[in-house]
């Protein structure tokens, strides 16, 4: 892993260091208290890929990660922002955007070809960033996973034992073999659900939802579309991993 | 109002006073903090009736109350406790347990019978109590409601203008005239949801949900039977009733 640019956030006391571990961008973020007698836990931060266009919100999860003492730390997605495309995801994407634009159903096809490369490609990325996060000295576990891709925090959840916790937006599509792997899911879960998500169905989400194995696992449904997830579910988020992480 | 009995609860800053309306009963929790010059917004604990019985909880939620500087206040419903039975009421339960151990499908005319008769009755009666409590100089606006029987929050929410925020408890049949009455419900709801509750139909408290009119409303749904609403959600109540009523 290669620190690449570093700073400290105004006001906050919290350290930014941008990174790259082979072809992966990444962004580790931890809070001054963090030390190698008193490692941080980490959150993984999850988004829909893009790290230029979602760092307004990730650096804010983050500033909230570090508040409660956590470090938290981010990679670009495979085939998004600066990385090269693939192109069978592309051609899904544009598949995707087709069927609705034409007001048609989304089949399970275009999905399995939109999202199960992403979890293929994605999971052992994020293992390989989590094997080199937690080889530093102000990096402890456990682990917890926040955000989407809801697929991808699933795999992550089956396969990668040093994650206890995530908090999961149900806001994307979700190939019907993950309804499977979420069976197999039995950390402590958070599932966000915007009740009216223009990009995301209701009933799959909520089927979702009982389909995981967890004992615990809560979830909070609120109004609106998808980017409207209101701010006191980051407060919720945090609490949830103070009393699953500490 | 006439008080009955007071105490200081220990260990707590709490001043408990049971009264009585009429032939209604009840009980009062205010905090040392509320006084004339900073009187405490007030919370109404619904409940399921029988106030003896549910005391334990009752009490730990005007604790919980009392910490984040609000009154709290309950009443025992008409038919339940000391109070005098409904003929009526008792034959519907007879009939629901009866329908209940037939494993035979509760049909909407056994819980008109159960439920409709306590909302007429026991809304007319929280509103009356309502107005004695808000005379008290301790007492101040806005109010909140929290807890079952969720069709008497409903009503109450409709009716009541100086109910601002409801914590509302899907633990219970729901008469399908209530639905629409959901539909006319503008303040701010979090609705809690036991996933396996067995003695409440889950898609229709889904449906429930989905038909209050409150442009602000959030679910929590958590695992488990219909006492197994886990103590954080007590915090997260807490915490909405913060953002609503100061």
Known sequence: MRFTAEQRLEDDDV?????TLG????????PESASASAPAPLILLGHPGGLHKMYPRLVARAR?????GFAAATIELPGSGERPRFAAVEQARADLRQALRAGEPVNDEIVDRLILPLVENAVPEWRGVLDV???LPEIG???????????????LAVVEPRIAAAVLFAGSFVPRAMFDEARQVTIALLVLLQWDDEGNDRQSALDLFDAFGSKEKTLHAN??????????EG???????????K
């Open 15 to 19: 350290f930014e260091r941008e990174f």
């Open 23 to 30: 072809e992966i961008p990444g962004i580790l973020w931890t």
């Open 64 to 68: 909230h990660c570090a508040a409660q």
């Open 133 to 135: 996060l937690l080889s």
């Open 141 to 155: 576990g456990p682990v917890g996973y926040a955000g989407g891709v809801i697929s991808i925090g699933i795999r």
């Open 223 to 232: 109004m609106g579309g998808h980017t409207g997830v209101p701010q006191f």
């Open 235 to 245: 407060d919720d988020g945090d609490r949830f991993f103070a009393r699953h992480l």
